[in-house]
Nanobody, 123 residues
Framework: QLVESGGGSVQTGGSLALSCSASASYQSLTCIGWFRQTPGKEREGVAGIRADRGITYYDDSVEGRFAISQDNDNNTVYLQMTSVKPEDTAMYYC???????????????????WGQGTQVTVS
């Protein structure tokens, strides 16, 4: 089970931190991705992390503003959002898959499990 938390409303230029907590049974799913979706649009990859190697991936739209990190002791992956923009407004989801690389981390249909999502609104 994946559970996101930390969403909410934030002003342009502000910061917000999202968390994705995974049950222990998800430890074999070494790739965690953060995705976002707005009504009528396809789900898009924001950031990913290869948890077993500490390799991170970012979409160009958030490179330098968002940071993905992991806490292996607590089975939690974080998405630190800074310098947020109105276009960052979306429902944010975390997802898990068995592995990924720079060519695949953003392919949402290849992810095995998804959280319920947390809304981020930037005004």
């Amino acid at each position: 089970q994946l559970v996101e938390s930390g969403g909410g409303s934030v002003q342009t230029g502000g910061s917000l931190a999202l968390s994705c907590s995974a049950s222990a049974s998800y430890q074999s799913l070494t790739c965690i991705g953060w995705f976002r979706q707005t009504p009528g649009k396809e789900r898009e990859g924001v950031a990913g992390i290869r948890a077993d190697r500490g390799i991170t991936y970012y979409d160009d739209s958030v490179e330098g503003r968002f940071a993905i990190s992991q806490d292996n002791d607590n089975n939690t992956v974080y998405l630190q959002m800074t310098s947020v923009k109105p276009e960052d407004t979306a429902m944010y989801y975390c997802a898990a898959r068995y592995d990924c690389n720079s060519d695949s981390w953003f392919v949402h249909w290849q992810y095995y499990s998804w959280g319920q999502g947390t809304q981020v609104t930037v005004s």
